[in-house]
């Protein structure tokens, strides 16, 4: 899955990555256009509210999510270094 492709994956998301293996599984936060509404091919881990989740999915469903009109946005964790003292 070619990141860059992603119009609806936010700002920042990408980091250093450009790219994931299909079959990779990936966490991220997702929001959508109607309450309560969970696209197919996605797990909710937990609700911040109606319309935004954080999930879990393989990385090939992330072009189905930029697809679907009721998707607005989807937000990949950033990887955070541990701090060295």
């Known amino acids: 899955m070619e990141l860059d492709d ?3 994956l936010e ?9 994931l293996p299909d079959d990779a599984v990936v966490t991220a936060i997702i929001k959508v256009r109607e309450a309560a509404y969970v696209p197919p091919g996605v797990e909710v881990r937990a609700r911040i509210d109606e ?3 954080t999930a879990s999915c393989r990385a090939d469903a ?7 009109p ?3 946005s989807i937000a990949l964790p950033k990887r955070v270094d541990p701090v060295k003292k």
Do not use: I, Q, Y
Request: hydrophobic share 30%.
């Open 6 to 8: 992603l119009r609806k």
């Open 11 to 19: 700002h920042g998301s990408r980091g250093s990555r450009t790219a």
């Open 51 to 53: 319309t935004m989740f």
């Open 62 to 68: 992330l072009k189905r999510l930029e697809d679907d």
């Open 70 to 72: 009721k998707v607005e």
